[in-house]
């Protein structure tokens, strides 16, 4: 159950405006293997090659799809641009397969482009979860959590979100409450790694409930 709660008339506001269902799940199923699914784009913010695709997976939580995020990139990120979400939640399943520098896998919200968005990671070499917003390309932190975060495990994670204020969960355990002014406004959701992690994700799921 989300910690901010909305009254009926704001809700009522939210869903006309923001074009984003009150709940929706995606599972990566109905895509050809290999290709984007339907409705997202992906790139980068920085420098490099990410590469963004729909892939078989046995051990998906919902087979078969997965997408894979398997090349390389400063902050790779792959967002369904045609959702636009101002308050409400994100959460994705995700499996932090190798890298050398960095094994991490996050979730977007507010994404406005490439390089202005919100963004909520954990990372398997760090052991550590943290949120994040980034302004014309630079990265601020402003809250982590230490905990760990096994490689090769399926994982959840999941942020609720209000104005300024955010509420970060990982395996269904509540970490911390955060608050940022950054972005007010609404905007694309999706999921992200950093530099060479190969990640794996799954039912990924957006809404204002």
């Not at 959590?145 to 355990?173: C, M, Y």
């Not at 409450?177 to 972005?183: G, K, R, S, Y």
């Amino acid at each position: 159950m989300k910690t901010f709660l909305l009254s009926t008339p704001i809700l009522a506001t939210i869903l006309f405006v923001q074009n984003a269902p009150a709940a929706t799940t995606i599972h990566f199923d109905n895509a050809a293997s290999g290709s984007l699914p339907a409705g997202w784009i992906a790139g980068v913010t920085g420098k490099g090659a990410p590469k963004w695709s729909i892939e078989k997976e046995d051990s998906a939580p919902s087979k078969p799809g997965v997408l894979k995020q398997s090349g390389e990139g400063t902050y790779p990120w792959c967002v369904k641009n045609d959702v636009s979400l101002k308050d409400g939640y994100v959460e994705v399943k995700f499996k932090p397969l190798s890298g050398e520098t960095d094994q991490a896998g996050g979730v977007v919200w507010r994404w406005k482009d490439a390089d202005n968005y919100y963004i909520a990671r954990a990372n398997a070499l760090e052991d550590n979860v943290r949120i994040y917003h980034f302004k014309n390309g630079k990265r601020t932190q402003f809250k982590t959590a230490d905990l760990k975060v096994p490689a090769n495990q399926w994982h959840t994670l999941r942020v609720e979100f209000e104005g300024s204020r955010f509420k970060v969960i990982f395996n269904g355990k509540p970490l911390y409450e955060a608050e940022d002014a950054t972005f007010a406004e609404a905007g694309a959701v999706g999921v992200w790694t950093k530099a060479d992690s190969v990640t794996l994700f799954d039912d990924f799921s957006f809404g204002t409930e």
